[in-house]
């Protein structure tokens, strides 16, 4: 199964420091998720941000909680490369997928940030039509993301 590959760019109304120093925390990150879920940190990355972790190195596992409270997946955790202010490239795997690559890069438009988020999935079960059943669902629930994001700093 061939991995599936979307992006999702929205226009931020503040800063590429303002909003890198959001996305970049577990608050910012929880904040953009809820209400449909939420990540805790690994138990080694607890106390830092996406900034602040080894790069390179897997974290553990982030797990993903349904409402806030039912884990229903983990993240095994990696940011695999960072430009701080710029970008992160997260390069894990999960309970549900084979591979999952995020890609965040923050890009200044006069007074606001452009975000674009790139999402690599391929998910662990060769379930057919699966992976595309995900695809919408993923990018639906990136769009929600942005726009928390977006309302954020409105």
């Not at 890198?20 to 910012?28: H, I, L, S, Y």
């Not at 430009?83 to 992160?88: A, D, K, L, T």
């Not at 390069?91 to 591979?99: A, C, G, I, K, P």
């Amino acid at each position: 199964m061939a991995a599936k590959i979307f992006e999702r760019t929205s226009l931020v109304p503040a800063g590429v420091d303002q909003v890198w120093a959001r996305v970049v925390t577990p608050e910012g990150i929880n904040d953009e998720m809820r209400p449909w879920m939420t990540m805790t940190m690994p138990r080694a990355a607890r106390g830092l941000t996406v900034e602040t972790v080894p790069v390179g190195q897997p974290l553990g596992r982030a797990w993903l909680r349904l409402f806030g409270v039912v884990p229903f997946d983990y993240d095994h955790l990696t940011i695999a490369q960072l430009e701080p202010g710029r970008r992160f490239h997260e390069v894990s795997t999960m309970l549900s997928m084979r591979q999952w690559e995020h890609e965040r890069t923050l890009t200044a438009v006069g007074d606001e940030t452009e975000v674009r988020d790139r999402i690599t999935f391929e998910p662990r079960l060769p379930v057919p039509g699966l992976a595309a059943i995900l695809a919408r669902v993923l990018r639906a629930f990136f769009g929600h993301r942005h726009r928390r994001l977006v309302r954020h700093f409105s």
